[in-house]
């Protein structure tokens, strides 16, 4: 492995170990195939909007797909600004770097348009990647539903790991480290508690 980019064979290792880790810590994270294509890891968060100051954007809900209930959630007044976020993690073989796919809905049921995508991405990160917004944050179809979702560009992916593995003498769990990187770009962020898949705890 490069630490920059992953091979196929070294993906489906390593997302394997984030899932069973994810299992035991009751995370919410899990590895799922259709048919007989990769597998691919799959989350799910109730994330509310806000919009004032610094803190304008999506913000995490306490709930997780562990003890997820859509019907419950969509049905209470206070819930009119949540959003329901699906991320998917999935090896892209012509970048050889995992790409996080993701979805979000109104309360519902309607899916964001990129526009409505763009403006929940908080301030501090629009500004770094504001020049170049339309390509960072694209929609695509799914590689293996079919179906259209959003993607974070894997364009960037392999610069990304390179500086963020500089002098490392291993990667540690390359998908806890590049969703630390990217994920809250989308109102994904990783619990303190995977440091320990790279060592760090």
Not at 42 to 61: A, C, P, S
Not at 82 to 103: C, G, I, K, R, T
């Amino acid at each position: 492995m490069s630490f920059a980019t992953l091979s196929h064979v070294e993906f489906q290792d390593i997302a394997n170990k984030f899932a069973e880790f994810s299992a035991e810590h009751h995370l919410g994270w899990q590895l799922k195939q259709v048919d007989s294509a990769d597998p691919y890891l799959v989350y799910r968060q109730i994330l509310h909007r806000t919009t004032e100051g610094e803190n304008e954007g999506l913000h995490e809900d306490i709930e997780q797909e562990d003890d997820y209930d859509q019907t419950t959630v969509m049905s209470q007044p206070e819930a009119t600004n949540a959003v329901d976020m699906e991320y998917h993690v999935v090896y892209s073989e012509s970048y050889q770097v995992p790409v996080l796919y993701f979805n979000a809905f109104h309360s519902d049921g309607r899916l964001l348009k990129l526009e409505e995508i763009w403006n929940n991405v908080p301030g501090s990160h629009q500004q770094r990647i504001k020049h170049d917004k339309w390509s960072v944050i694209t929609q695509q179809e799914h590689p293996i539903l079919g179906r259209p979702f959003f993607q974070l560009h894997p364009c960037h992916t392999a610069t990304l790991m390179k500086q963020a593995l500089a002098g490392a003498q291993s990667s540690g769990n390359y998908i806890v480290t590049w969703l630390s990187s990217v994920g809250p770009v989308v109102g994904l962020h990783l619990p303190l508690v995977f440091s320990k898949l790279c060592g760090n705890g």
